[in-house]
């Protein structure tokens, strides 16, 4: 079995292993040592990257206690290697590691529920719970972590007998077989966990809990820490103030800023929508009785155009057909209740660099061509 100095010390980065053994596992080599720093992926924290004798280590994995390091190149068997951990990239995993139990452990104990589901994703960690909570109940469990965090509690590590573990209340995801590595902040969280962590809180920095959504029977909270979360409210803040600076507000008045433009806005799509009917009005009126109608006007919604359609198609009586838009592109909409357009959908896709298609009264698509091209096609028929 290889020695996991990672469990002595998550701060090395640094050491020097024997190898054990090195076989090719397709582009990759397959290596084990007598002892490593390399963590594998575990218990929802991904695996540790860096380097051993010069070869690059792309991924670490665990089989009955032994760790495998698959490399990008061979390494002899015997030979003496110096491992160099990405120590960036393994901080990082251990302030989300920390601070997710720090979270689950006062969420838990305070909603009397478990932690289903954990995994530290790229940009952010996600953590399952089978409860149901508020928006006002994820903010108190922010507050409570953050307040412990800087607290700077020391952790503890244990690896109890069955006997001491029997009398344990800690968490646990699932059942659990062979030694139990117990991970305790004390006031915070008592877990069976194999990851690796900072050894005070104070160095997760901070945390912050940024969704919270309904999933299956409980709720999926997306979390960042540490230098994540610095990054994330970084990005936040940068937002919102190029917003007050487009909406003249201040940086802490945005939200009402929005709701004013919104409110406008509201009022303005109103008192669109009402020219634009008497404008449609006007234009089936002109088209009364005329028959067949080709109508090419500037840009408008899809919504606008099926409308504007509709109301020429019943005034003038046969096949309307409205384009909207302007250069080389146009939405279009044809109607004619009592034929079939199904075939004249396929001829202006052809024809017209289009597509589109829909029910035999009714076709709608878009084409990339010019207002001569659509009248010259009409013009054929």
């Not at 452990?105 to 953590?127: A, K, P, Q, S, Y």
């Not at 909570?133 to 108190?140: A, G, M, N, R």
């Not at 970084?234 to 007050?244: K, L, M, P, Y």
């Not at 079939?340 to 061509?369: H, M, T, W, Y």
Request: glycine share 12%; charged share 25%.
């Amino acid at each position: 079995m290889t020695e996991k100095l990672y469990y002595e010390d998550s701060f090395l980065a640094c050491f020097e292993g024997t190898v054990t053994s090195c076989e090719q596992d397709g582009d990759r080599w397959a290596v084990t040592l007598d002892r490593t720093a390399f963590y594998p992926e575990g218990g929802g924290q991904p695996a540790d990257q860096g380097s051993l004798g010069g070869a690059g280590v792309l991924d670490v994995r665990e089989k009955k206690g032994e760790i495998f390091h698959f490399c990008d190149r061979e390494l002899t068997v015997g030979s003496v290697v110096e491992g160099k951990v990405d120590f960036q990239r393994r901080f990082d995993f251990m302030q989300q590691h920390s601070g997710e139990h720090i979270v689950s452990g006062i969420l838990c104990e305070r909603f009397h529920c478990d932690n289903v589901g954990f995994h530290i994703g790229h940009e952010l960690v996600t953590i399952d719970f089978n409860a149901e909570l508020s928006t006002e109940d994820v903010k108190f469990v922010e507050k409570l972590a953050n307040q412990y965090i800087w607290e700077d509690h020391e952790i503890s590590v244990q690896y109890p007998s069955p006997a001491e573990l029997d009398a344990m209340e800690y968490r646990s995801k699932k059942a659990l077989e062979g030694q139990v590595r117990i991970v305790s902040w004390p006031g915070a969280d008592c877990c069976a966990c194999c990851g690796t962590h900072v050894k005070r809180s104070g160095q997760v920095g901070l945390v912050k809990l940024i969704s919270c959504q309904k999933f299956r029977e409980g709720v999926r909270i997306e979390m960042a820490a540490g230098e994540r979360a610095l990054k994330w409210c970084g990005i936040i803040a940068g937002q919102n103030t190029r917003v007050s600076q487009m909406l003249s507000a201040k940086p802490g008045e945005t939200a009402v800023a929005v709701e004013r433009l919104q409110k406008e806005l509201t009022a303005l799509r109103g008192r669109v929508a009402e020219l634009e009917e008497r404008d449609f009005a006007r234009i089936a009126a002109d088209c009364a009785g005329k028959g067949d109608v080709l109508l090419i006007e500037g840009a408008m919604s899809a919504g606008s155009l099926r409308k504007l359609c509709g109301m020429v198609q019943e005034s003038a009586g046969g096949r309307c057909a409205v384009f909207a838009g302007d250069g080389d592109g146009f939405q279009y909409a044809v109607s004619w209740p009592e034929g079939d357009l199904r075939g004249l959908a396929k001829e202006i896709n052809a024809s017209l660099n289009g597509r589109g298609g829909g029910k035999p009264g009714f076709i709608q698509g878009s084409v990339q061509c010019g207002e001569a091209g659509i009248r010259g096609f009409f013009e054929e028929r």
